[in-house]
């Protein structure tokens, strides 16, 4: 695996053109606490703004070291840039979630927890908190942006796992961090829940938030921009999740680390087998659509090779 940066999911352009990357780390060595040498070893690579990146690997490969070391919990070496800012004066821009959610909570209630959040950007910028009717205003506003649809003096520990993990989410944006670094927070989570965080992420990454994500579950990388493999110390270059799932000349990334792919991709790989058709897809429409096209393309050659009658209702 490489350690070199890569340009396939790193730019990011707006009105005035290309903008820097939210995270770029160049030459990074990582040690955990407490450890004698570095997980990681001069890796380099960065990630555009507005991009949902799943990290994955086996365990103890240095995902979690990773998220620490941008977020100050672990020492590093080398250089980080937080939107072309050296790391040192924009960390605050970056928050980390926890498993489970409720380790990071200083709050007793939602309220509390955002309230905490708010003042904390507050002292970053150097501005004053805001008073109680524009806090309320905008404690409002931050759990209607991530669909928590509870009283605001709720207690945390009367939250359900997704509840837990939404706050987590509201508290880091509401901190004014604009990359937001999830590990395992959705692991707890029933599907609907994580599919509702999945939906989240996607509509953080359209408001030009950034993503990343330490997880196990395939269909988080499936709904992904891009994904990154650690192991060993290494750190790949990013690679699109049709990439990881279907690979090139018969080989796949996620086959190499043993991971199991979501059952649409399961069933793609079958009717690849089965019709030797191009068909590598990621949503349900596009194993639709390209489910018809194969079975309309082994309808075609049987009538070719047995001149039989016409089938065509079956596409």
């Known amino acids: 695996m490489s350690n070199t940066p890569s340009n396939l999911f790193t730019q990011h352009r707006g009105a005035a053109g290309v903008e820097p990357p939210a ?55 080398g250089e980080i840039d937080v939107h072309g800012k050296p790391w040192h004066t924009a960390r605050w821009r970056v928050q980390m979630g926890f498993q489970p959610p409720a380790a990071s909570f200083v709050g007793q209630t939602v309220e509390e927890e955002l ?20 806090l309320r205003r905008e404690i409002r506003g931050w759990m209607q942006t991530v669909g928590l649809g509870v009283p605001p003096d709720r207690p945390v520990d009367a939250l ?3 509840e837990m993990a939404k706050l987590a989410v509201a508290g880091a944006l509401a901190s004014g961090a604009d ?70 000349d018969g080989h796949a990334p996620c086959d190499d680390l043993d991971l199991k792919p979501p059952y649409l991709v399961r069933a793609a790989r079958h009717i690849r087998e089965a019709t030797g058709a191009n068909f590598a897809p990621l949503t349900e429409q596009e194993f639709v659509e390209g489910w018809r096209r194969a079975v309309a393309g082994e309808i075609r050659d049987r009538r070719a090779r047995s001149d039989a009658g016409s089938v065509e209702h079956l596409v």
């Not at 780390?25 to 990582?30: D, G």
């Not at 990681?40 to 365990?59: K, Q, T």
């Not at 992420?201 to 992904?224: E, N, S, Y």
């Open 23 to 77: 995270l770029a780390w160049r030459r990074l060595s990582v040690t955990p606490p407490g450890a004698a040498k570095p997980v990681l070893s001069d890796v380099s690579g960065e990630i555009a703004r507005g991009c949902v990146m799943a990290f994955v690997g086996p365990n103890g490969a240095g995902k979690t070291t990773f998220f620490r070391a941008l977020v100050g919990l672990a020492r590093f070496q």
């Open 160 to 162: 359900s796992g997704g």
């Open 179 to 248: 990359v937001l670094l999830m590990d395992e927070t959705q692991a707890e989570l029933d599907p609907d829940a994580r599919s509702s965080m999945r939906a989240l992420f996607r509509q953080l990454a359209q408001t030009g938030r950034t993503v990343l994500l330490v997880t196990h579950d395939m269909d988080d990388v499936l709904a992904a921009d891009a994904v990154t493999v650690m192991k060993g110390g290494t750190m790949s270059e990013p690679m699109s999740p049709r990439a990881f799932f279907y690979g090139w």
């Open 115 to 134: 309230a905490v959040a708010i003042a904390a950007r507050a002292t970053h910028l150097g501005k004053p908190t805001p008073d109680k009717d524009a």
